[in-house]
């Protein structure tokens, strides 16, 4: 049998070579730059459903990464492991449902029946985003991770000034967004990134540093996003609780403190558009989730199937009309066009199932956050302040260049985390 040409496959699939690995990190971290900029925006089929061929060439791609990835799995941490293995398998519950579940129709001036492309092929591609973002932060060499991780904030940051122009200009909105994410979506990379700048600022001491991290405050706030307050305030909480609790940078924090809670207040104050800040009020939502509680009692164990509430690459792609309302009635009630939430999309599509593997997400990040490297300790912390925005919009199985963004950056933080980077 010939198994030496079998051999050399596998050694070359298996090659550790770092310029090898720093080419697939730099290509990641310029598609990053360019999807804040190209027309992606967070449609779960990446430019057309069912994408089929998309979805068939990116995992032809994984199947090629795979396997030198998994063998960089061993490196992660452990609470890493179990977020990850959590987010997996939300994704792969939800495709799994999607394939089996009874498919909905929604009722508008007339029936309109949902194939199943349209609900099996988002979750194909939040598998795929899933399995691509690990990947690719796993094949990442050690002594690169500093300035990739620097390179995607400072890309956020200037596409996040260019794209708030464009926006005054061409929507006439103060509100900042980026082609990545919508102003209530975007808030959450903007946090990570300011992340990332203040972990570099506290070991360089450099001032641009600084400059990126207000600059990723200040486009937060600009979103007007209500999850982005809140996340925002979670952030500076655990961040100074932490520097209180271990005497280290208490002034730093304090100041940041002061300083974030300043600019909301001036910015709610002063700026029209964003007095929304801290009106948590919303009819619909409260509507849509009367409708997922009761939802999942009638199925309290699976839910009532992926895509079955809430069909929104129905909607996406105009094969369904959108409602004038916002609204569109189910068999329990009426609900938004899409779950915003993604405790509301666990609980109510897949179930206790689904809220299970959430649960892993949840408790791996704030693991993870526990025991924070120093030299990570803000990215770390900002990552796990995303968290409650998982009850404003829904990532992992939607929004997916936000979500492969923050997996990304998520890994980048945990694997090799015993090593001692130089900051670059």
């Known amino acids: 049998m010939p198994t030496a040409p079998l051999r050399r496959m596998f050694d070359w699939l298996q090659i550790d070579r770092t310029p090898y690995r720093a080419t697939v990190a730099w290509l990641i971290v310029l598609a990053g730059a360019a999807l804040h900029f190209v027309g992606l925006e967070d449609r779960p089929g990446l430019g057309?459903?069912?994408?089929?061929?998309?979805?068939?060439?990116?995992?032809?791609?994984?199947?090629?990464?795979?396997v030198p990835a998994?063998?960089?799995?061993?490196?992660?941490?452990?609470?890493?492991?179990?977020?990850?293995?959590g987010a997996a398998g939300l994704a792969l519950v939800s495709l799994i449902s999607s394939l089996l579940g009874p498919l909905p129709v929604v009722v508008t001036s007339q029936e309109w029946p949902v194939p199943r492309g349209l609900l099996v092929a988002p979750m194909a591609a939040a598998v795929v985003a899933m399995l691509a973002a690990i990947f690719g932060a796993l094949l990442v060499p050690p002594g690169i991770r500093q300035r990739v991780l620097s390179a995607l904030a400072w890309?956020?940051?200037?596409?996040?000034?260019?794209?708030?122009?464009?926006?005054?200009?061409?929507?006439?909105?103060?509100?900042?967004?980026?082609?990545?994410?919508g102003s209530a979506?975007?808030?959450?990379?903007?946090?990570?990134?300011?992340?990332?700048?203040?972990?570099?600022?506290?070991?360089?001491?450099?001032?641009?540093?600084?400059?990126?991290?207000?600059?990723?405050?200040?486009?937060?706030i600009g979103t007007g996003s209500r999850a982005g307050v809140v996340c925002l305030m979670l952030f500076v909480v655990l961040s100074l609780g932490s520097a209180l609790w271990r005497h280290e940078g208490r002034r730093v924090w304090l100041f940041v403190a002061a300083g974030a809670l300043a600019v909301v207040a001036a910015l709610a104050a002063f700026v029209p558009s964003l007095a929304r800040l801290f009106n948590f009020s919303d009819e619909k939502r409260s509507v849509n989730a009367a409708t997922a509680w009761t939802a999942w009692l009638q199925s309290p164990l699976t839910g009532v199937g992926s895509g079955r509430?809430?069909?929104?690459?129905?909607f996406d792609t105009g094969l369904v009309p959108v409602p004038g309302a916002g609204l569109h009635p189910t068999p329990w009630g009426d609900a938004l066009l899409s779950p915003h939430s993604t405790v509301l999309f666990a609980l109510a599509e897949l179930g206790a199932v689904g809220l299970l593997t959430l649960g892993l997400v949840t408790g791996g990040m704030v693991w993870a956050w526990v025991r924070r490297p120093r030299h990570r300790a803000a990215t770390i912390t900002a990552l796990v302040a995303t968290l409650p925005a998982h009850l404003f919009d829904t990532y992992l199985v939607r929004n997916l260049t936000v979500s492969f963004f923050l997996i990304f950056i998520f890994v980048l933080t945990q694997v090799g985390t015993t090593d001692k980077e130089s900051p670059a």
């Open 48 to 66: 057309g459903y069912p994408a089929w061929p998309m979805i068939g060439w990116l995992f032809t791609a994984l199947l090629v990464l795979s």
């Open 70 to 85: 998994v063998r960089a799995w061993t490196g992660l941490s452990r609470p890493a492991q179990v977020a990850l293995v």
């Open 155 to 181: 890309a956020t940051a200037v596409a996040g000034a260019l794209a708030w122009v464009r926006q005054v200009l061409t929507h006439h909105t103060l509100r900042a967004a980026t082609a990545m994410g």
């Open 185 to 220: 979506v975007i808030h959450v990379v903007f946090l990570v990134a300011g992340g990332v700048f203040l972990d570099r600022w506290r070991t360089t001491r450099h001032w641009s540093d600084l400059v990126g991290f207000a600059w990723c405050m200040v486009l937060l």
């Open 309 to 314: 509430l809430w069909p929104s690459a129905a």
